[in-house]
């Protein structure tokens, strides 16, 4: 079965600090990987997903992500956050299966 | 051009009523996905869909929850005597085919079950 694991609920980080949002999964083959993000009252929006290839991969917003295949992990990163990042951060797995499996998401505050 | 639209945004029913809950994907977009969002599990994915056939219903929760999609577009989730448990959000999304294609979803209908 393919589960992901956030084990940060809550992260507070201060504007212009740098972000890291843990990432883990469990899947049988090679998995598919995406963050997306959650601004209240609005839908998902796809961040940057991973397939194959360079393990390192660029999104939008400024972000980027590591897949370690080794750690099962697959962090989520910026450099310098702006009070505009503060949303709800899903990672998902998913595969030839179609289905995405969802962490429990991580609430990122800004504070000023 | 549009992105997935869902219909009604809110609705709030009473214990066992039915609900008809509606998705209009992306035009083009062949696979059509129901996820569920609500606090306690955060979000499960309920049902696909390829054209209008559902090779996966593996996640809808009981036999009250059905779907359907008709011309390969439109999309409708159907709760029948909805239960307490039952209010969440459900969110639409849809893709082109291939599971590495972006799902891109919809703003969600929260449904509320007094």
């Known amino acids: 079965a393919q589960s992901v694991t956030q084990p940060d609920i809550h992260i507070t980080v201060s504007e212009g600090a740098s972000l890291e949002l843990r990432c883990n999964y469990s899947y049988g083959a090679t998995p598919y990987l995406f963050w997306y993000v959650q601004s209240p009252g609005q839908g998902l929006q796809l961040l940057l997903k991973y397939f194959s290839g360079d393990t390192l991969v660029q999104g939008i917003k400024g972000f980027e992500a590591e897949f370690k295949r080794s750690q099962s992990s697959f962090n989520l990163r910026k450099p310098s956050v702006h009070w505009s990042d503060a949303a709800e951060y899903f990672c998902a797995v998913g595969g030839s299966n179609y289905k995405l499996t969802f962490g429990k998401g991580t609430l990122l505050t800004v504070n000023p | 051009g549009a992105g997935v639209s869902q219909s009604p945004s809110n609705k709030v029913t009473e214990k066992g009523k039915d609900v008809e809950l509606r998705c209009d994907p992306i035009s083009g977009h062949t696979a059509l996905y129901w996820y569920r969002q609500s606090l306690g599990q955060g979000l499960e994915f309920l049902i696909y869909f390829q054209g209008n056939s559902a090779p996966d219903k593996s996640g809808l929760p009981s036999d009250r929850f059905s779907a359907e999609r008709t011309g390969g577009s439109v999309s409708t989730l159907t709760i029948q005597r909805t239960q307490q448990e039952d209010s969440a959000v459900y969110l639409c999304?849809?893709?082109?085919?291939?599971?590495?294609?972006?799902?891109?979803f919809g703003p969600g209908t929260r449904l509320l079950v007094l």
């Open positions: 999304a849809s893709s082109l085919a291939g599971p590495r294609e972006t799902q891109y």
